[in-house]
């Protein structure tokens, strides 16, 4: 059973006698006007598998009673007012495939119990307040195609494990953050990475020079805005064959 009231004009709060429809299995109220928080009674829907409330004007917390929908498949909350940490009980979501909570208020860190989300294809956290490092667990995500945490303060190195562990990557977008250390992941490896396309760090503090090669796959690299120097490897575009656009402004390079 499915109900979706989405991009209509509905405003004022969700009702907490939605936590009555317990054979639902897709609640879609997305692009609306929707506002106050979410009610906990929404923790009673355990058969939903999408809860989707993204574009609205909700703000508070992730109540604790999400955690008991534990056959979430698609979580998408972004383009609100939300705020709080990101919940560990993410981890009840097994089987989850996205998660969307960009475009809100969260603080805190990236927890690391999202690394035992084994069936994770998304993971958007784009536009938050989100601190910390990205934790090493996240390489377990073999599944994952999209990590993208642009436009937040997330500090340290990119964990070398990334390279190697996340073979289906395609789009990596981690710009607008503070992160550290070499451009060092998905560096070409023809084993790994064939399929990511899109890799873009820029306006960071990362340092060194440019990789030998990145994944030969890429059709966009975006690193500007960073102290890299050094110049370009003279084999760095021939195994690049599907680069459309490349971009090194603000950095060091060739200087």
């Given amino acids: ?21 317990q054979r639902v299995t897709q609640l879609g109220l997305f ?11 929404l923790g009673s829907l355990t058969q939903l598998s999408e809860l ?14 999400v955690g008991s929908l534990s056959n979430l498949v698609v ?6 007012s939300l705020n709080g940490s990101i919940p560990d009980f993410v981890a009840n979501f097994g089987g989850l ?17 999202v690394g035992t989300l084994a069936s994770l294809l998304e993971l958007i956290l784009s536009d938050n307040l989100l601190v910390g490092s990205l934790p090493e667990e996240l ?7 999209t990590l993208n945490a642009h436009s937040n303060a997330l500090t340290g190195r990119i964990p070398e494990s990334f390279g190697a562990s996340l073979s289906s990557m395609s789009v990596l977008t981690l710009r607008r953050n503070k992160l550290t250390g070499p451009l060092a992941v998905f560096n070409g490896n023809e084993s ?17 020079s440019l990789p030998a090669a990145f994944a030969p796959s890429l059709a966009t690299i975006n690193v500007a805005r960073n102290p890299i120097n050094g110049t370009i490897p003279s084999a760095f575009f021939s195994t690049l064959t599907s680069l459309y656009t490349m971009n090194i402004s603000g950095t060091g390079i060739g200087k």
């Fill in 1 to 21: 059973l499915k109900l979706e009231l989405f991009a209509n004009c509905l405003t004022g709060s969700i009702p907490s006698s939605f936590g009555g429809l």
């Fill in 31 to 41: 692009e609306n006007s929707l506002s106050g928080s979410i009610p906990s009674s």
């Fill in 52 to 65: 989707n409330l993204f574009q609205n004007r909700l703000t508070g917390t992730i109540p604790d009673s």
């Fill in 75 to 80: 979580l998408q909350l972004h383009s609100n």
């Fill in 97 to 113: 495939m996205v998660i969307d909570l960009s475009l809100n208020r969260f603080t805190g860190s990236v927890p690391s119990v």
């Fill in 139 to 145: 390489s377990r995500l073999d599944m994952l195609f």
């Fill in 192 to 208: 790994q990475s064939q399929g990511l396309f899109s890799y873009d760090l820029s306006d960071n503090s990362f340092s060194g």
